[in-house]
């Protein structure tokens, strides 16, 4: 059974940082592309990162020079380094096998305000 269970939200101020990280199991975690995606309140899902098994990563436009993704394939985790927080970043996070988002986690919560 494929399980994605994600990590590390929290409230922080505008400009502040967070690392949200992914426990990836049931799945060759090496072998699969994975993704970040979001949803803000009364907003559909947002795709914002991604990164194949090699290490290759893509971002959203909205969230470029700010976030960072990362995995370990050694531990079967994906993270993600979350800097200059603004407040409409505030949202669920989810760790995705697709990204779309259909097979994501539980999510944590960034909530960025002052």
């Known amino acids: 059974e494929v399980q994605l269970v994600e990590s590390g939200g929290g409230l922080v101020q505008p400009g502040g940082s967070l690392r949200l990280s992914c426990a990836a199991s049931?799945?060759?975690?090496?072998?699969?592309?994975m993704y970040w995606v979001r949803q803000a309140p009364g907003k559909g899902l947002e795709w914002i990162s991604g990164?194949?098994?090699?290490?290759?990563?893509t971002y959203a436009d909205s969230v470029k020079g700010r976030f960072t993704v990362f995995r370990d394939n050694a531990k079967n985790t994906l993270s993600l380094q979350l800097d200059n927080l603004k407040t409409e970043d505030t949202a669920m996070y989810y760790c995705?096998?697709?990204?779309?988002?259909?097979?994501r986690g539980q999510g944590t919560q960034v909530t960025v305000s002052s």
């Open positions: 990164i194949n098994p090699a290490g290759g990563t």
């Open positions: 995705s096998l697709n990204s779309d988002g259909t097979a």
């Open positions: 049931g799945f060759t975690f090496k072998n699969y592309a």
